[in-house]
């Protein structure tokens, strides 16, 4: 390969900076991954991989360890207000053998997993950040908030969907965030709440609420519409917690009970719903992989395969130009755009209806929908 040892810096260790780490490495690069974080951001929901990203694991020697640690949803519920099933959706009977071209795998369980694969060959540094980049001619400096600078010929933002390399390198993330009005929250609790492998959902007007229940733990999850942006601090968790109590105080149900789980559990998740949209992932020497390039929003499922996918798209588009940075950076910017727009596309058309209709007859509409469409 040309990479001859050149380095590279890498924003964020989930899977966009753990797999782009995998792959550059595997290119031949000397590869550096910083996170802002103490240690590996653990916990979320689950990842769906399937498609094209169950080659990718399998090109990644990933597989078999993905297999052997999948989760195994059985059935979805539609509950109305008396906890009665309204509708449900059998995925497996019991006893049937799950499918091998899709997962379903806990999102800690595949991050220590692509942790695991790259750790002996790169340097990782926990506990830092980029806070300013200066690019010459021949190489890019990164300036961090606690380490030495130092100089690079590539630099990859890999830091979520408020990314701080694109912040810095591309300008203000209001400029490719895109709202869709809606919020959610995600906490797990190292209980079933409901029966294993089972997963429901409750919905009144503009206002959901899930259930999904795997080994010992459920994830809770809470959604609700809002027209407008929230004014809230990102960095304030108390603050966050209360929009939750407040949306969901008197909404029927087991939402009380389940406010009561979230209110004393220290895991706990809060965003608005949205897209980043761009109209170039690369500038110069710096490229943006997964959300902090497209997040297709949480509503498409899609989030984990996506940085997994998109980090291979960018290491073929690097092999196949012999590591020259520009023409690959052109070939990741062209090729792989189509496929994030069908389905950033597809998020907006079905995944935000699906999940927080807006009206009752919004919600029995989507109630009585086909199965394969649920």
Same mark, same amino acid.
């Given at each position: 390969?040309?990479?001859n040892?050149? %380095?590279?810096l890498?924003?964020g ?6 797999s782009?780490?995998f792959w550059m490495n595997r290119?031949?690069y000397?590869?550096?991954?910083v ?5 590996l951001r ?6 769906d991989?399937?498609g ?14 993905i297999r052997a640690n999948r989760?195994?949803?059985q059935?979805w519920?539609i509950?109305?207000?008396?906890d009665v099933?309204e509708?449900?959706?059998?995925l497996r ?8 071209d899709?997962f379903e ?7 220590k997993?692509l942790?695991?694969?790259? =750790?002996d ?8 950040s980029i ?8 190489s890019?400096?990164?300036?961090f908030? %606690?380490g030495?600078?130092r100089?690079f010929?590539?630099v ?10 694109r ?7 209001a400029?490719y965030?895109?709202?869709l009005?809606?919020y959610?929250?995600?906490t797990?609790?190292d ?6 492998n ?8 503009? %206002?959901?609420v899930?259930?999904n229940?795997?080994k010992?733990n459920?994830?809770?999850?809470f959604?609700?519409a809002?027209? =407008?942006?929230?004014p809230y601090?990102r960095?304030?968790?108390a !603050?966050?917690r209360?929009?939750i109590a ?7 149900w087991r939402?009380?009970e389940?406010l !009561?789980e ?8 809060? &965003?608005?719903?949205?897209?980043i949209?761009?109209?170039s992932?690369?500038k ?7 959300d902090a ?5 949480p509503?498409?499922?899609m ?9 291979a798209?960018?290491?073929?588009a690097?092999r ?13 910017n ?6 994030? !727009?069908q389905v950033?596309?597809?998020?907006v058309r079905?995944?935000?209806e ?7 007859e ?8 086909t &199965?394969?469409?649920f």
């Amino acid at each position: 390969m040309g990479a001859n040892g050149k %380095k590279v810096l890498i924003s964020g260790a989930s899977f966009a900076g753990l797999s782009t780490a995998f792959w550059m490495n595997r290119l031949g690069y000397e590869v550096t991954v910083v996170e802002v974080a103490r240690g590996l951001r653990t916990g979320g929901t689950a990842v769906d991989i399937k498609g094209n990203t169950v080659d990718i694991v399998r090109r990644m020697g990933l597989f078999e360890q993905i297999r052997a640690n999948r989760l195994s949803l059985q059935r979805w519920e539609i509950k109305n207000e008396r906890d009665v099933t309204e509708r449900s959706l059998v995925l497996r009977g019991d006893g049937e053998a799950p499918s091998d071209d899709a997962f379903e795998i806990e999102r800690t369980v595949l991050l220590k997993m692509l942790f695991d694969a790259v =750790k002996d060959s790169i340097e990782v540094v926990f506990d830092d950040s980029i806070t300013a980049l200066s690019e010459t001619k021949d190489s890019i400096e990164a300036t961090f908030a %606690k380490g030495a600078r130092r100089t690079f010929d590539l630099v990859f933002g890999c830091d979520g969907v408020h990314s701080a390399v694109r912040r810095l390198w591309f300008g203000d993330e209001a400029r490719y965030m895109y709202f869709l009005e809606q919020y959610f929250s995600i906490t797990i609790v190292d209980t079933l709440l409901i029966e294993r492998n089972t997963a429901q959902m409750f919905n009144v007007p503009g %206002k959901a609420v899930m259930l999904n229940a795997y080994k010992n733990n459920t994830d809770i999850i809470f959604a609700f519409a809002s027209d =407008k942006e929230l004014p809230y601090d990102r960095r304030d968790e108390a !603050e966050q917690r209360r929009i939750i109590a407040d949306q969901f105080a008197g909404v029927g149900w087991r939402t009380a009970e389940l406010l !009561e789980e979230v209110r004393s559990s220290k895991s706990f998740y809060f &965003d608005k719903l949205c897209q980043i949209r761009m109209p170039s992932w690369t500038k110069g020497r710096v490229a943006l992989v997964g959300d902090a390039g497209y997040c297709p929003s949480p509503a498409a499922g899609m989030g984990g395969s996506l940085a997994i996918d998109g980090a291979a798209a960018l290491a073929e588009a690097m092999r196949e130009h012999d590591c020259d940075f520009e023409l690959a950076f052109r070939a990741y910017n062209e090729r792989f755009r189509p496929f994030i !727009e069908q389905v950033q596309a597809e998020a907006v058309r079905t995944g935000l209806e699906s999940l927080v209709p807006r009206t009752e007859e919004a919600i029995r509409a989507r109630n009585a929908q086909t &199965d394969s469409a649920f």
